[in-house]
C-alpha cells in the first residue's frame, strides 16, 4: 500500500497546520503542498520547516484544483478553516468529487449532511476529532439509553477550563449534560462552570504554562444525596495533537471507503473508532 | 400495592443489619424477624433498635423455616451470610422455593447458578449491589466490546483503598483491568496498588475518619504517550448504605418477577438496573 495523498485545507490555521504537520512526519501520508485559505488571508504561502505551502484564496480555488487533482490523481481532502466556511466547501468538495474529513466546527450541519448525501463521495464529519473523548461520550450515552435513572437522586457539577478566547461553553459538557438528564439528574446547561481566567488556570487547575493558549480539562463530579458515594469524571487535553491524530485515523479510514466505492455517505468519529 | 416481606439472613453480619435497618425504615418492605446466621454464632437473638431478631443456626432452620412459612405466606430472602455459606444457602433456598437476593460473594459460583437453573425460583444474584458502579462497569464493558484499542498507547494506573480488614484485591478493580486490556492496554492486575495502611487513608487519600473502617474507593487514570491527554474515573464509597439500597431495589426486582411466575432463573444488578 502506497502512501495517501492529504489536502488540509485552512493553513495558516492552527488546527490545519497541526495536521499537516502530523502527516509530513508520517510515512503512511503524502501532504500536497497547497491549502485552500480564507479571504482574508493576506500571505500567499506558508512554511512548515523547509515545505512551502501554496494558499489558494477562495476565488482561485476552482481553477487551482483543477491542476492539482491532474498532477496528483486521488487526494483525501481535511477541513480545519472557519465556521463561515463549512457549507461552502463542503458544496465545493462534493461539486469536484473531492472525498473530505470535516473537523470544521458550526455552519449549517443539516445542510451539511445534506450536501454529502447528495453527492457522489464520502465523508468523515465529527466536531470532536480527540479518540477517546468521542468514546468516553459514547460510554455515557449508552448508560443514558440503557440505564435511565440511573444516577436518580445525585447532585452534579461540571466544570471546564479553555484557553482564554474561547467564548462559548464546551460543546463536550453540553453533550454531557444531556446524557446526564437521562440518568435522572436534572441539571441546566448554563449551570457549568466555564474557566477562562489564566491566573486561575494556572494556580488552582495546574493547567501547564506552555498549554494556557490551547487546552480542553473537563471534570463532571457525582455526589449521592446521603454524600456517601461519588463519582467523578476527568478529561484534560493539552494542546491539539489528539485532534490532528484522530483526524489521521479519520483519513486512513475514509480513504478505506473510497476504495470500497462507499457513495453520499457522512461517517462520524464512531464509525472511525469501531473501525468497520 | 402491599408491602413486601423481607427475611434477611446473615445477622448479626455488618451488611445483614443494614439492610434489615432499611427495611424497617421503608414502607415499601416489611422485615420478618427471624435470620439465618452462621453455627458459631453464640447470640439466640439480636436487637436493632427495639426490633428483637431472631436468629436461627444451621441446624434449626428446617423446622424454623417452615413455621415461618406458615406463618407469614410469600416473602423474599436476602442473603449476606458467608462465603462458605454461599451454595448450602443456595440450594436450601431452592428446595424450600423461596426466592433470594444472594450478596454474599465467594463459594462455587458455578454451582450457584445451576442451582438455580434447575429450581422453579428466581433469583438475583450480584457480587455488587452499587447500582451505579454496577451501571459504570457496564459502560466500561461496552466500550471495551464497541472500541477495542480505544486507549492504545496510555499508561493506566489503579490504586484502591478499602478497609484494613480486607485481604484481597477489590474486585470491582480487577474487573476493570479486563475491560481496559481489551481497550488496547498492557496491565496486570497485580499492579492495582492496593492501600490498607489507616494513616496513609486519612493523610493522603482523605477518608473521613468515620468510614476507615468501611469504604471502597477506586481511581482509574489514564495518560497518553504524548502526556498530553489524561482520563480520571473515580468511584468513591464510604459505608455500605449503597449497597443496602442497591439491594432494596433488588427486592423489588425480584418480587416483580416472582408475581411474573419466572421460574429457574437468574439475574443480575444489570437486570435490576435496566428495570426490564
Redesign the interface.
Known amino acids: 500500500m502506497g502512501s495517501i495523498k492529504v489536502m488540509v485545507n485552512g493553513m495558516p490555521g492552527n488546527m490545519a497546520v497541526n495536521v499537516a504537520k502530523q502527516t509530513l512526519q508520517d510515512e503512511r501520508f503524502e501532504l500536497i503542498h497547497h491549502s485552500l485559505t480564507g479571504p482574508e488571508i493576506a500571505d500567499t504561502e506558508y512554511f512548515i520547516d523547509s515545505a512551502k505551502i501554496m494558499l489558494i484564496k477562495p476565488a482561485a480555488r476552482d481553477q487551482a484544483i483543477t491542476e492539482i487533482k491532474q498532477k496528483e490523481g486521488f487526494f483525501v481532502s481535511v477541513d480545519y478553516t472557519h465556521p463561515s466556511a463549512v457549507n461552502g466547501n463542503a458544496e465545493f468538495y462534493c461539486r469536484i468529487g473531492l472525498p473530505f474529513v470535516m473537523g470544521t466546527t458550526g455552519g449549517d450541519r443539516k445542510r451539511l449532511l445534506d450536501t454529502v448525501s447528495a453527492s457522489s463521495i464520502p465523508a468523515v464529519i465529527a466536531p470532536n476529532m480527540?479518540?477517546?473523548i468521542v468514546?468516553?461520550q459514547?460510554?455515557?450515552e449508552?448508560?443514558s439509553n440503557?440505564?435511565p435513572g440511573?444516577?436518580e437522586g445525585?447532585t452534579l457539577e461540571i466544570k471546564e477550563s479553555h484557553q482564554k478566547g474561547k467564548a462559548d461553553t464546551s460543546g463536550t459538557a453540553k453533550a454531557m449534560v444531556a446524557y446526564f438528564n437521562k440518568m435522572g439528574i436534572n441539571f441546566p446547561e448554563q449551570d457549568i462552570l466555564k474557566e477562562r481566567d489564566i491566573e486561575v488556570q494556572k494556580t488552582r487547575w495546574g493547567i501547564p504554562q506552555e498549554y494556557l493558549g490551547g487546552h480542553g480539562w473537563h471534570t463532571y463530579t457525582?455526589v449521592?444525596n446521603?454524600?456517601?458515594?461519588?463519582?467523578?469524571?476527568?478529561?484534560?487535553?493539552?494542546?491539539r495533537?489528539?485532534y490532528a491524530k484522530g483526524t489521521l485515523d479519520a483519513i486512513l479510514y475514509l480513504s478505506k471507503k473510497v476504495n470500497a466505492s462507499t457513495m453520499g455517505t457522512v461517517f462520524t468519529m464512531a464509525d472511525v473508532?469501531?473501525g468497520n
Not at 446521603?226 to 494542546?239: Q, S, W
Open positions: 480527540a479518540k477517546q468514546g468516553f459514547a460510554m455515557m449508552y448508560a440503557t440505564f440511573l444516577f445525585y457525582l449521592s446521603d454524600k456517601t458515594v461519588r463519582f467523578e469524571f476527568t478529561h484534560n487535553v493539552n494542546g495533537d489528539v473508532l469501531k
